[in-house]
T-cell receptor, first 110, second 117 residues
Framework: SQQGEEDPQALSIQEGENATMNCSYK?????LQWYRQNSGRGLVHLIL?????REKHSGRLRVTLDTSKKSSSLLITASRAADTASYFC??????????FGEGTQLTVNP | NAGVMQNPRHLVRRRGQEARLRCSPM?????VYWYRQLPEEGLKFMVY????????ESGMPKERFSAEFPKEGPSILRIQQVVRGDSAAYFC???????????????FGPGTRLTVL
């Protein structure tokens, strides 16, 4: 199975609601990162959480990491239509390569 | 400080031709990574380079693909004799010299979308 699998594959919510996306991985990691990709565009780095951290906040984003369960979650609070995008988690194991999941497509309806 | 730059943004090639994709890392960054994204999929690692050195090419196809990051100038991803299956978005990322391996954020360029006819 692939390292960094996101769940759900697609999520549709109303503006103002919270969106939660989950990511599971299989091997030990140095850190885990979340990226956003708007349709047809490049990736924008959102947040990095190190393996010795459990929770991190950045604006409306909250990321948790549970290394015992090998999982992470990304919470976007008070969502906006502009948050519509694909969200990817990526893990760094040995070396510096990022291993991406297949992504969660988030649609925020106005 | 300009971000990671890639050119061209779109590239169309016929089967059998060569494709050259360029990436200029962010100022001060000495590490460059190339990733490929097929339609409706996540990104897949291809190669990791530092100036004049290939550090990890475990994600590169064994044939037709090569990458370099010369002392001067951008990093180049070269695909020889392209086939339709090479059609994808190719993203470059860069990171600064790190105090510990794998601890730094990678900053991505806008990508080059390659279409092979």
């Amino acid at each position: 199975s692939q390292q960094g699998e996101e769940d759900p594959q697609a999520l549709s919510i109303q503006e103002g609601e919270n969106a939660t996306m989950n990511c599971s991985y299989k091997t030990s990691i140095n850190n885990l990162q979340w990226y956003r990709q708007n349709s047809g565009r490049g990736l924008v780095h959102l947040i990095l959480i190190r393996s010795n951290e459990r929770e991190k906040h950045s604006g409306r984003l909250r990321v948790t990491l549970d290394t015992s369960k090998k999982s992470s979650s990304l919470l976007i609070t008070a969502s906006r239509a502009a948050d519509t995008a694909s969200y990817f988690c990526a893990t760094v194991t040995s070396g510096s390569r990022l291993t991406f999941g297949e992504g969660t497509q988030l649609t925020v309806n106005p | 400080n300009a971000g990671v730059m890639q050119n061209p943004r779109h590239l169309v090639r016929r089967r059998g031709q060569e494709a050259r994709l360029r990436c200029s890392p962010m100022k001060g960054h000495s590490h460059v990574y190339w990733y490929r994204q097929l339609p409706e999929e996540g990104l897949k690692f291809m190669v990791y380079l530092q100036k004049e050195n290939i550090i990890d090419e475990s994600g590169m196809p064994k044939e037709r693909f090569s990458a370099e990051f010369p002392k001067e100038g951008p990093s180049i991803l070269r695909i020889q004799q392209v086939v339709r299956g090479d059609s994808a978005a190719y993203f470059c990322a860069s990171s600064p010299p790190s105090s510990g391996r794998g601890l730094d954020t990678q900053y991505f360029g806008p990508g080059t979308r390659l279409t092979v006819l």
